[in-house]
């Protein structure tokens, strides 16, 4: 990704929105520290990612979870069997 500073972002502005139209992002800079990153309209944004639920339907729970190995764990704290 390429990196401009503030002084051509400004002298050169047009030509680096062409470039962003054309699907190229990069970052202006301010006396060599990043700044903004300018990324085309058509980029996906990482917000737009969504998360909740996107194993619906592909993982199965058993009923009884919270009791699957108990006779382990049993025998590891309390030495049972």
Same mark, same amino acid.
């Given at each position: =990704?390429?990196? +401009?500073?503030?002084?051509? !972002? ?12 054309? &699907? ?10 990043? =700044?903004?990153? +300018?990324?085309?309209?058509? !980029? ?12 619906? &339907? ?13 006779? +382990? ?9």
């Amino acid at each position: =990704m390429d990196t +401009v500073n503030i002084h051509e !972002a400004k002298t050169h502005l047009s030509r680096l929105i062409e470039r962003a139209a054309k &699907g190229e992002s990069f970052v202006i800079a301010k006396a060599g520290k990043p =700044m903004v990153k +300018v990324v085309p309209l058509t !980029a996906s944004e990482a917000t737009q990612v969504k998360r909740i639920g996107f194993l619906s &339907g592909q993982v199965r729970v058993p009923a009884d979870f919270d009791r699957m190995g108990d006779e +382990v764990i049993d025998e590891l704290f309390n030495g049972n069997s």
